[in-house]
């Protein structure tokens, strides 16, 4: 004979004249939210509110909460500090130049959450990874932010030659990018255990927003896709003759609005022009800047790094206007 225990549960809600069983239970700290069982909720993100009204007054089950502190880095730095964002990579990575002296750019990946991916070479994006990318490069780009570091991990096999990854929630103004990210769909949360101190500090919020996402189908969580973006690169050496096609048409078009897509020096740009749906590359005329090293170990022109640091600082991944004059293959 099955016991009711040993029966398997069907999951749902109970509505009581004086409210929902299920939030009542977590505001009193007489119950903890289960991550996969909330989805089949239909307002899954007020359990998460009932749950942290009961941990902010510590009722019950959570009368030893301690709420997640910042501690300094591993190397002994701040956990926390100020800079302006130099480079967005993806919906959850990005580049922050701090205002030391002199100033270090650290490359910070967003705690807690995953946004989807952008594909390399010949692979495709995951769906939405570039308004994920978009949605920080339009916010962020250029902006004053405060990074709190949240936790840290070793990348022993890195290509890049990082040895730790920094975790941080960065802040604009009040305003959380990665709440905000996971509000408009564009990134979904991890789970962590709940002993697991390497999470957000903003955890509960984020953990909401995505409930609250969920409830309106947004992005992710919607059933409509975004449409294939089809961008003609013609900044490639094999498209020149391509590039030459679109030129005439290009220069009639007159001042056009563009985002720099990379920094080749200190006047040589690609730049992405969303009305042709192309990227294209562009040298400033009439200056001539000092070229940088190259990868072969060539060494630069007094200069160059100087130009290009201060040409990717004021112009890379920013909204600009361009006109397209003439059309050569001089370099600059």
């Given amino acids: 004979t099955l016991s009711l225990h040993d029966a398997l549960p069907i999951f749902g809600t109970i509505q009581h004249p004086a409210g929902n069983i299920s939030q009542e239970l977590l505001k009193v700290g007489l119950g903890k939210v289960v991550d996969w069982s909330a989805k089949f909720a239909k307002d899954a993100e007020l359990l998460y509110k009932a749950e942290r009204i009961a941990k902010e007054k510590r009722l019950r089950i959570w009368k030893d909460y301690t709420a997640p502190q910042r501690n300094v880095s591993a190397s002994g730095s701040s956990a926390e500090f100020v800079g302006k964002v130099a480079e967005v990579i993806s919906g959850d990575?990005?580049?922050?130049?701090?205002?030391?002296?002199?100033?270090?750019?650290?490359?910070?990946?967003?705690?807690?959450?995953?946004?989807?991916?952008?594909?390399?070479?010949?692979?495709?994006?995951?769906?939405?990874?570039?308004?994920?990318?978009?949605?920080?490069?339009?916010?962020?780009?250029?902006?004053?932010?405060?990074?709190?570091?949240?936790?840290?991990?070793?990348?022993?096999?890195?290509?890049?030659?990082?040895?730790?990854?920094?975790?941080?929630?960065?802040?604009?103004?009040?305003?959380?990018?990665?709440?905000?990210?996971?509000?408009?769909?564009?990134?979904?949360?991890?789970?962590?255990?709940?002993?697991?101190?390497?999470?957000?500090?903003?955890?509960?919020?984020?953990?909401?927003?995505?409930?609250?996402?969920s409830r309106d189908k947004k992005g992710l969580h919607g059933d409509?896709?975004?449409?294939?973006?089809?961008?003609?690169?013609?900044?490639?050496?094999?498209?020149?003759?391509?590039?030459?096609?679109?030129?005439?048409?290009?220069?009639?078009?007159?001042?056009?609005?563009?985002?720099?897509?990379?920094?080749?020096?200190?006047?040589?740009?690609?730049?992405?022009?969303?009305?042709?749906?192309?990227?294209?590359?562009?040298a400033l005329a009439g200056i001539r800047c000092p070229q940088t090293g190259r990868k072969d170990g060539e060494p630069g022109e007094p200069y160059g790094e100087e130009a290009y640091m201060f040409a990717r600082d004021k112009c890379l991944q920013h909204d600009v206007e361009i006109e397209v004059l003439e059309i050569g293959r001089a370099s600059c």
């Fill in 93 to 213: 990575f990005l580049v922050v130049k701090d205002f030391a002296v002199p100033p270090v750019e650290h490359r910070i990946a967003l705690s807690s959450i995953r946004a989807p991916k952008l594909g390399r070479r010949d692979e495709k994006d995951e769906p939405f990874a570039w308004e994920a990318r978009e949605f920080l490069r339009s916010r962020l780009i250029g902006r004053k932010v405060n990074v709190g570091i949240d936790y840290m991990r070793a990348l022993p096999n890195s290509a890049t030659g990082e040895t730790e990854r920094i975790f941080a929630s960065v802040l604009e103004g009040s305003n959380n990018v990665a709440i905000a990210l996971v509000a408009n769909g564009l990134a979904s949360v991890m789970k962590h255990r709940q002993d697991d101190q390497d999470r957000s500090l903003y955890y509960d919020d984020l953990i909401q927003a995505e409930a609250a996402a």
């Fill in 224 to 282: 409509k896709k975004p449409p294939p973006r089809n961008i003609n690169d013609v900044s490639q050496a094999s498209a020149l003759a391509q590039s030459k096609q679109m030129f005439g048409f290009i220069q009639r078009a007159g001042v056009m609005k563009g985002v720099v897509q990379h920094v080749v020096n200190g006047a040589r740009y690609k730049v992405l022009i969303p009305a042709q749906t192309c990227i294209v590359t562009l």
